[in-house]
């Protein structure tokens, strides 16, 4: 049975425009000139230049919006859940003032596969075990190490290649692997690799002493309990040490970076701030503010077509299509333009804000300030200042940070004001940096001495802040 009834329903709605905006608004400046490259490819009515004094294209086409329909406008739910919405991925090189030279250098190296492959190349040995050196090189992971069990890589072999081979075989194969360059290569386990690098080394009291103590006491070399490993050895505390020291020096990641193509990654700022005899000056970067402009002839080709005759089918599908074009130029330009005033708006708040540190440079400096700060001093929603500051940049006399390094949350001090969190993480380091390595402080130790310089912090803050440092615990940190 039908049934009908009122309900009533709170839905927000963007415009084809402010999708746009939000759109062009949250990818940085090596994003931007991908972008409008692509909306010149598409949009004929969008060229680059100047604008020209002239009079834009006259709006008088209610005729042909009857026929067509105006853009319809998007349900909110529907953005928020595209996957289309660009992140911080690009890369961008900052390559002068050429506007013709924009593309992104790649450094090529050689990689490390094809490192180990010519090596393999090197060695005197038969098709059956150079088929599995291939295979062995092909198994390893980008930080240098097999971890697939050498049954299933005879397995592999015997399936995709149909070699009949078994573990020995491999093992052999393996072993010269392990002596290719990078030292430790190919190795299953830290242990293993560490051994293998020790092996390359002159064999003198330190390394036969080294050699012992990852073979026999591993696991006591990872929990730091050196007098374990002084007792079980007969040692000396200095000549254990020197063993230490030579373990601790060790590469646990053979394989660099990976087996990839290098790549260098160039960051392009946003924002350019410089210091004026005080007096700090901001600017966009260049490319944030490229010329464009409505193309002239398709202005005239629409005044033309809306001068004729509307009643032709095809002229009316030719008019709409060119108003379409000359619509979204005139759209995409107002989001250019509108990304440039949101932008220095936000970074102006910022730097109001932090005014000392942009002065100094000095991390101390710093004062507490989250994202809805500077959402109420622009006077917009902190959803448009997240965008900005989760992807731009801004270059300084001190280097170049991103704009999300100038958010923090705040800590109560003594003094009844707060602290940056950055400040605390700064002083909480010093401490670590400063303490006695033979008995590293606790994290109840350092919460002390923060609260005797007038910080009011947890224990659980202070190790919450620590690992973000990535400082281990203190057990970790001992030395001898």
Same mark, same amino acid.
Request: glycine share 4%.
């Given at each position: ?8 329903? +709170? ?64 349900? +909110? ?33 050689? !990689? ?29 992971? $980008? ?11 005879? $397995? ?83 000549? +254990? ?32 701030? !410089? $210091?004026? $005899? ?67 708006? !936000? ?48 270059? !300084? ?84």
């Amino acid at each position: 049975m039908q049934r009908l009834d009122l309900r009533q329903l +709170l839905s927000q709605k963007l415009s084809p425009q402010q999708i746009q905006f939000i759109k062009l608004l949250q990818i940085p400046t090596a994003e931007l000139e991908m972008r409008i490259k692509e909306e010149l490819e598409v949009n004929p009515a969008l060229e680059e230049g100047r604008e020209e004094p002239a009079e834009e294209y006259s709006d008088s086409s209610d005729d042909y919006e009857e026929d067509y329909g105006k853009d319809d406008e998007i349900d +909110l739910n529907d953005y928020l859940n595209d996957d289309e919405i660009s992140g911080y991925k690009m890369q961008g090189d900052r390559g002068g003032e050429d506007e013709e030279d924009r593309e992104m250098p790649i450094a090529m190296a050689t !990689t490390l596969t094809d490192s180990l492959l010519d090596q393999l190349g090197f060695l005197d040995l038969d098709d059956k075990q150079y088929s599995i050196g291939m295979q062995l090189i092909g198994s390893i992971d $980008n930080d240098g190490y097999i971890r697939r069990e050498l049954s299933s890589i005879a $397995n592999d072999l015997a399936f995709s290649q149909n070699i009949d081979t078994t573990e020995e075989e491999i093992e052999q194969v393996l072993h010269l692997i392990q002596t290719f360059d990078p030292a430790g290569i190919a190795a299953r386990d830290l242990p293993e690799c560490l051994l293998l690098q020790l092996e390359r080394r002159e064999q003198d009291a330190t390394t036969v002493l080294a050699e012992r103590i990852i073979r026999q006491a591993f696991d006591e070399f990872t929990k730091k309990h050196y007098q374990k490993i002084q007792s079980k050895f007969n040692v000396s505390e200095e000549d +254990l040490k020197k063993a230490i020291d030579v373990i601790t020096r060790l590469n646990p990641k053979p394989g660099g970076a990976g087996a990839g193509i290098a790549r260098v990654q160039y960051i392009i700022p946003d924002f350019i701030l !410089t $210091n004026n $005899n005080g007096q700090l000056e901001l600017s966009l970067n260049s490319r944030n503010a490229p010329d464009l402009r409505i193309s002239r002839s398709y202005a005239d080709m629409f005044d033309a077509y809306d001068k004729s005759d509307k009643k032709d089918k095809k002229l009316k599908e030719t008019v709409a299509f060119v108003k379409q074009k000359l619509d979204a130029a005139k759209w995409f330009i107002d989001a250019i333009r509108q990304r440039q005033n949101t932008l220095l708006r !936000t970074m102006e708040a910022i730097i109001k804000y932090q005014h000392d540190f942009f002065l100094e440079g000095d991390e101390s400096m710093l004062r507490p300030m989250i994202l809805k700060d500077i959402a109420e001093e622009i006077g917009m929603d902190i959803s448009t200042v997240s965008r900005v500051a989760n992807s731009k940049a801004v270059q !300084t006399e001190f280097g170049i940070y991103p704009l999300k390094y100038f958010f923090s949350e705040g800590i109560a001090t003594d003094s009844g004001e707060d602290a940056s969190s950055r400040e605390v993480k700064h002083i909480l380091k010093e401490i670590i940096d400063n303490e006695n390595k033979r008995k590293p402080l606790s994290d109840e130790k350092i919460e002390k001495l923060l609260n005797e310089k007038g910080y009011n912090i947890a224990r659980r803050t202070v190790a919450k802040y620590r690992e973000q440092l990535n400082i281990p615990v203190a057990r970790l940190r001992k030395e001898l």
